[in-house]
Nanobody
Framework: QVELVESGGGLVEAGTSLKISCEAR????????MGWFRQAPGRQERDIVA?????????WYTDSVKGRFTVSRDSAKNTMYLQMNNLRTEDSGVYYC????????????????????WGKGALVTVSS
């Protein structure tokens, strides 16, 4: 079983930056493709925001965050990060970390939205 633990959420003002993290705790030596999904206030759907392949070779971003957000990973720590710059109020929501053991590119996960393991979410609130 894999446990995903998010950290770093909080309340920030529009135009500022925030970095959230997700640690994957699973069998030693296992590497995961990982992604960030956002559930906006009042919505049930979780929309993928960014994804990174197992070894970091490929990344994917939804259009609204391109140029502002950067997804990265520290494979030695099995940890994924999302650096969010120039935050907007519409970036607010619960950010869920997801992980998958398959070796697909980041585009695959963006297209299918299918990842097997999920964290409990980190709340990010951007005030105007």
């Amino acid at each position: 079983q894999v446990e995903l633990v998010e950290s770093g959420g909080g309340l920030v003002e529009a135009g500022t930056s925030l970095k959230i993290s997700c640690e994957a705790r699973g069998p030693p030596g296992t590497t995961y493709a990982m992604g960030w999904f956002r559930q906006a206030p009042g919505r049930q759907e979780r929309d993928i925001v960014a994804a990174i392949s197992r070894f970091g070779r490929t990344t994917w971003y939804t259009d609204s965050v391109k140029g502002r957000f950067t997804v990265s990973r520290d494979s030695a720590k099995n940890t994924m990060y999302l650096q969010m710059n120039n935050l907007r109020t519409e970036d607010s929501g619960v950010y869920y970390c997801a992980a998958d053991e398959r070796n697909y590119g980041a585009d695959y996960y963006a297209t299918t939205g299918t990842m097997y393991y999920w964290g409990k979410g980190a709340l990010v609130t951007v005030s105007s």
